[in-house]
């Protein structure tokens, strides 16, 4: 099905005096827990310089065009009931999915989804969640602890790439911001290099994850969350926080955007704007809409019986 735009993203790609020729990979086995995935494959946290992030934007591209690269993959499947299943299909897919771009829309019931180095006790107060039935998951990406109820879509993006986290937010969250901005038809914010505000309130949150050439960026959209039961069962600030001058705080002010807009939101115009933003910042002229293949979701379940729902990993920190 074709993607008619009404509105046209420009992408400017810098090109640096050395080319890159190969994956730019950092090893912090002390940061990661994966079963799966083998710490010296993966990097979660770090930084490159800007050289080498604009030659492997300019890399990418030529990438996608000699691969001929045309059309992305369109995931609407959700299993908002079972957040452990939601959050491991984010894995699995970057596992199975194979060279084939992937966006995919989803949103969980009541849930806390922990960081991969969030310590429990200071970002989650334990009482509430079991008072709200509030369901807890932890993730592969780092970051904070977030809250999802079915007024907060989430959205998960992989592809190819180079670069490191550089590119992963510094490049690749230009899908996310050219999303939000066409949905609300005005200029958000980036603090933080991953939280994205408008108006004076954070309100997205990402965070990604990358196994060797394969990136994973995902993060949430408040549109009509219910933020009294989010106030109750996160800490924010988290305890023991320190605060940094390079953090500002408005990581830690949130508000749904049905209260900073005139209007309403749906559903499907979320779906609709993702899908624009990401096409565009692959120069897709494309996309198809799919199914989860069954090797997918039966490593998802896997995953979710095996790792994601299981207290020590989920208690881990």
Request: charged share 20%; proline share 3%.
């Amino acid at each position: 099905m074709p993607l008619y735009w009404d509105k046209i993203f420009n992408i400017a790609f810098s090109i640096s005096t050395s080319a890159i020729t190969s994956p730019i990979l950092i090893s912090l086995p002390s940061f990661m827990y994966n079963e799966t995935i083998s710490p010296p494959q993966s990097l979660l946290l770090g930084h490159i310089s800007s050289g080498i992030f604009n030659s492997a934007c300019t890399n990418y591209k030529l990438i996608m065009e000699n691969k001929n690269i045309v059309k992305l993959r369109v995931l609407l499947k959700e299993y908002p009931n079972d957040p452990y299943l939601n959050v491991a299909m984010d894995e699995a897919l970057l596992l199975n999915s194979k060279d084939v771009p992937t966006l995919r829309i989803w949103r969980n019931d009541k849930s806390v989804i922990l960081g991969i180095l969030s310590t429990v006790n200071d970002e989650v107060n334990l009482e509430m969640i079991k008072k709200y039935g509030v369901k807890l998951v932890r993730r592969i990406s780092g970051g904070g602890s977030v809250f999802h109820d079915m007024g907060n879509i989430n959205y998960t993006f992989i592809t190819n790439g180079q670069g490191g986290i550089d590119y992963l937010y510094g490049y690749l969250l230009k899908g996310t911001i050219s999303a939000i901005e066409s949905l609300i038809n005005d200029r958000v914010e980036v603090y933080n290099e991953t939280d994205i505000a408008f108006k004076g309130y954070k309100i997205s949150g990402n965070a990604g994850y990358i196994n060797e050439d394969r990136y994973l960026l995902h993060g949430t959209l408040l549109v009509s969350s219910n933020l009294d039961i989010l106030h109750k069962v996160l800490i924010i600030p988290p305890k023991n926080y320190i605060k940094k001058d390079n953090i500002n705080m408005i990581k830690y002010k949130v508000s749904n955007l049905l209260n900073l807009i005139n209007g309403n939101i749906s559903y499907d115009e979320v779906v609709e704007v993702f899908i624009r933003g990401f096409s565009s910042l692959l120069h897709c002229d494309d996309y198809f809409l799919d199914d989860i293949s069954d090797r997918e979701l039966k490593h998802a379940m896997r995953l979710a019986n095996e790792k994601y729902s299981k207290k020590e990993f989920i208690y881990k920190r």
